[in-house]
């Protein structure tokens, strides 16, 4: 069966601490993500990784960075914790296109930064 | 840039019923087109999806057709189940750059017995 793992479920941390969110695949996918999801915004892309130490931008980079070392590992870091960073972390991954290969999402992260 | 509008909720219906919940989109080119559901607790699962104009994608009793005339992409049901009860997410795929998705913000659904 398909799967996307993130590390963590729920996430406490304080105001200022540095965040390693983790996220594997196991299907050998190019792509992967990072979205956040917030009430009355929907997803917004943070960033996305299309091979192994590529990334770009998404439409709220500000306060994050990534890490791709590996093919199947994708993590998200908040550099320095803010409440407004409280929020559902959703990592995804897919093939070449995500017209011909769906994204599979993890179940997400849930963090309260403090 | 692009966009997608998703009608505002929650939704709450009786089970049996008819469903439509609306999705609009701004985009150039020509998008492919998707909705994803979430039931609670869990991630995102692709309900179905739309590849070129007048297509339509189904699944699960679901349906969807893009309609490049109306920039829509309505999902419907003929009839809601209580296991449909879910948050729904239009979302699309920007010509040219396959990989990233834009979603709208998503519509609850609550079916009640």
């Known amino acids: 069966d398909v799967k996307v793992t993130q590390s963590s479920r729920y996430l406490v941390k304080r105001t200022g601490e540095k965040v390693f969110l983790e996220c594997v695949q196991d299907?050998?996918?190019?792509?992967m993500f990072w979205y956040r999801q917030d009430p009355g915004l929907g997803l917004r892309l943070i960033y996305f990784?299309?091979?192994?130490?590529?990334?770009e931008k998404g439409d709220i980079p500000e306060g994050y960075s990534v890490s791709r070392e590996k093919k199947e590992r994708f993590s998200l870091i908040l550099e320095s914790a803010s409440t407004n960073q409280t929020s559902m972390y959703l990592c995804?991954?897919?093939?070449?296109?995500?017209?011909?290969?769906?994204?599979?999402f993890g179940q997400g992260t849930r963090l309260t930064v403090v | 840039g692009n966009s997608v509008t998703q009608m505002e909720g929650p939704v709450t219906l009786s089970e049996e019923a008819f469903l439509t919940i609306n999705c609009t989109y701004t985009?150039?080119?020509?998008?492919?087109l998707f909705w994803y559901v979430q039931y609670p607790g869990e991630g995102l699962q692709l309900l179905l999806k739309?590849?070129?104009?007048?297509d339509k994608g189904s699944n699960k009793g679901f349906e969807a057709t893009y309609r490049k005339e109306t920039t829509s992409f309505h999902l419907e049901k003929g009839s809601v189940q209580v296991s449909d009860s879910a948050v729904y997410f239009c979302?699309?795929?920007?010509?040219?750059?396959?990989?990233?998705?834009?979603f709208g913000t998503g519509t609850r659904l609550q079916v009640t017995l």
């Open positions: 979302a699309l795929v920007k010509t040219g750059t396959a990989s990233k998705l834009t």
């Open positions: 739309a590849t070129k104009a007048d």
């Open positions: 985009a150039t080119g020509y998008p492919s």
């Open positions: 299907m050998d996918h190019e792509n």
């Open positions: 995804a991954s897919s093939g070449q296109t995500v017209i011909n290969t769906e994204a599979f």
């Open positions: 990784s299309y091979d192994v130490k590529m990334k």
